[in-house]
């Protein structure tokens, strides 16, 4: 009786769904020591220029009125893309969230999720732009930065939208196989659909030319 049991358990087992539970991982940086880099994240350069200069400063008008992520360094060389990646997490399909706040740049005020990075010269982004008013998805192929098409529109470099300099908004991106789904303020502005990058690669954000943004409550849920 026990054997059948035990066989019955077993089989029910194998034969039952595997229920994967999301994981979400939050950076407020609210731990991390004002003036310092960012613990656990690395930063790198697409581009040329300066390197960016990733700190954690306080401002007490953030989302937490707490610290907040700051890339600081304005060079204001156009093709220059300072990134700044978690180290301790890899993802393919993710839903990833910031808050940001565009705070300067004359070049550009561009404000950035990454994602499938596997080095400075490959991944994906996501960045809405205070001076251009739009959100663009573009794919970073050995170094060479392309828009994507939108799916159902083609290529429009992106979308126009409203991007509020000075002024804290929220990013999405929710990545899925080939198929990557963008919002900006919770409203869904459109989808991309493109296979160059299919492993899972890591996290971070992104910014350009002399673009300063603060950055606050990063947030990756693996799916």
């Known amino acids: 009786m026990k054997f059948w049991l035990c066989g019955f358990a ?14 979400t991982t939050t950076f407020d940086f609210n731990k991390d020591k004002v003036g310092d880099p960012p613990g656990g994240f690395s ?20 989302p937490q009125q707490g610290n907040v992520l700051a890339q600081t360094d304005a060079d204001p ?49 996501v960045r809405a732009n205070a001076l251009e ?22 290529r429009t ?13 929220t990013l999405r991106v929710v990545a899925k196989g080939d198929l990557f789904e963008v919002y900006h303020n919770g409203n869904k502005l459109y989808e991309v659909q493109d296979g160059t990058f299919k492993e899972a690669g890591k996290v971070g954000l992104w910014t350009k030319a002399d673009s300063v943004i603060y950055f606050d409550n990063l947030q990756v849920t693996v799916k």
Do not use: H
Request: hydrophobic share 40%; with cysteine; proline share 5%.
């Open 157 to 169: 470099y992106g979308q126009k939208e409203k991007v509020a300099s000075g002024q804290w908004a």
């Open 43 to 62: 930063t790198a350069l697409t581009g040329r220029g300066r390197p960016g200069k990733w700190v954690v400063l306080k401002d007490e008008a953030s």
């Open 77 to 125: 060389t156009d093709y220059r893309f300072p990134v700044c990646v978690f180290d301790g997490l890899t993802a393919k399909d993710a839903d990833i969230t910031v808050k940001f706040k565009p705070v300067s740049g004359r070049v550009d005020q561009g404000a950035g999720i990454v994602w499938r990075y596997k080095d400075k010269d490959n991944y994906y982004i």
């Open 10 to 23: 077993a089989m029910f087992f194998m034969l039952s769904p595997v229920v994967i539970i999301p994981q």
């Open 133 to 154: 008013n739009n959100v663009v998805l573009y794919k970073v192929q050995n170094g060479r930065r392309t828009d994507l098409p939108l799916k159902g529109a083609g």
